[in-house]
């Protein structure tokens, strides 16, 4: 039990540095972790509390610069994908939920290594129902919502606070189809209790040295660790 208290706190205490240093990976850097110490399910719904938890306070604190337009835009189809990505976590089974894990986060790995940003009017209605979907399935809705705002003429202050603000929004409506479901388990109430503290550790971490850090450097460290954990989710699922 103690170990499995210490993982589930280094991981979330590393997810949120990795958040604050780079500007993304809380969930995509803890997901496939905490799903190998516990298993995908309650991973998906204990991440989703603490990364909206984690991002209503960036979203707070960076107000200002948050675009409504594309915000409300993103959500409103979100809301449509996210029945469906309830369904698949429901009716899919543990191991695949795993390989399912994986191969979104190799393919946002692959698409932040090229550089990839997708053009056309279909981009944002269409990456907000794929990100409700893959909020619900594998807790990790952030890929598709990064690629369609790099469309929008924003400045990074305001991507920033729109990718949070968003974020915020689908989490909260995530986080009640989960407990309409009843995945509201003891094993994830645990997880927050554990995780919470640490992701405040993290966060705090985060901001006293990312004026010292090599942001290009350990975006490329961050970059390893989000291949290495989708091959392991991957193989997990495969193999377990």
Do not use: C
């Not at 795993?98 to 692959?110: C, P």
Request: proline share 5%; net charge positive.
């Amino acid at each position: 039990m103690t170990w499995l208290v210490l993982g589930i706190a280094l991981i979330a205490a590393f997810s949120a540095f990795t958040q604050i240093i780079t500007g993304f990976g809380f969930a995509l850097v803890g997901l496939p972790l905490l799903a190998l110490v516990t298993d995908p399910v309650t991973a998906v719904v204990s991440m989703t509390v603490l990364s909206t938890a984690l991002t209503l306070g960036a979203s707070i604190q960076q107000r200002r610069d948050i675009e409504w337009r594309p915000a409300g835009s993103v959500t409103a189809t979100a809301l449509l994908g996210m029945p469906v990505g309830l369904l698949a976590l429901r009716l899919v089974d543990a191991r695949w939920l795993s390989v399912l894990i994986g191969i979104v986060l190799l393919a946002f790995t692959f698409a932040l290594v090229r550089g990839i940003r997708l053009q056309g009017r279909a981009v944002t209605p269409t990456a907000g129902f794929v990100s409700g979907a893959l909020l619900m399935s594998t807790g990790m809705n952030g890929p598709p919502l990064v690629v369609a705002f790099q469309n929008k003429e924003m400045s990074p202050p305001q991507f920033r606070a729109t990718l949070q603000a968003v974020l915020t929004i689908q989490g909260f409506f995530g986080l009640v189809g989960f407990a309409a479901v009843g995945l509201f388990s003891p094993p994830v109430w645990s997880v927050v209790a554990y995780g919470a503290p640490a992701m405040l550790v993290g966060w705090w971490v985060g901001h006293l040295v990312s004026r010292r850090m090599d942001a290009a450097l350990f975006r490329r460290l961050v970059l390893v660790t989000l291949a290495a954990s989708a091959a392991t989710s991957i193989a997990t699922g495969l193999l377990g």
